[in-house]
């Protein structure tokens, strides 16, 4: 495991002794609570910018999911979105969360909601970047899916970090040095680290069921609530052009920012602007 670098990541590192497995996460400032959540091949160093902008005015907690970052890679867990939805909610109701803003990137979206919808009542707001949390049906992304479950491709996530050394650090990542790089290519340095991430990229076409139910769930149970997307156009994975449109007709109260210049990892192609947006659409409330 890493020796990580507080330059890099200059938060307390805090644990919770969930049923499934030990989860790390930070718990950074006071104030309004925001629940960040990242996707695949993530971790909460993600959004080490971001959370370092904002805890001045706001609680910012982020995560890492089971067989993620720091968090524990229990044998007998199965990784799939189902039970990291589940984890994530007793992690809320663990650090009794109220009036909390959702922030999810990537699989951190539909996980992060899906732990939400039933604790709307918690919920203060959703803000969404580069991410889906309805049923994945272009055919690039479930051929994807397809590819990344067989034998030939399990065996290269695992083995050789795939998912992390061709396409976070490959030449659609972003820009990232060195020692930066690192926090994401060595915080799993075995075959055995890596179970989680291997298998995220089938549950594309393996979550269709949930994601079919979270969709009517957080356009019923949710969709009240202010939300924000701040989205990476350039993004290949989640393109603004089909995916923005579901955002919209999901929640009443939508604000949407667009980066043009900007793909997948918005956290770290545009961490001031994310940190901002925050900001602007879910102010501190005068006391």
Known sequence: MIQIDRTLFPFRSRWFAAPEGRIHYIDEGSGPALLFCHGSPTWSFLFRKVVASLRDDYRCIAVDHLGFGLSERPDDFGYTVREHIAVLGEVIDHLDLDDYVIVGHDWGGPIGLGASTGRGDRLRGAVLTNTAFWPITALPNRLFSAAMGTTTMQRRIVEHNFLVEKILLGRFGPPLSDVEADHYRRVQPTPDDRRGLAVIPTEITAATPLLTTLE??????????????????????????SCLPRVAAAFDDLSVVELPDVGHFTAEEAPDVLAESIAARFPVRAA
């Open 216 to 241: 009517h769930d957080v356009a019923t149970l949710i969709r009240d609530v202010p939300a924000l997307a701040v989205w990476g156009m350039r993004d290949k994975v989640f393109p603004a052009k």
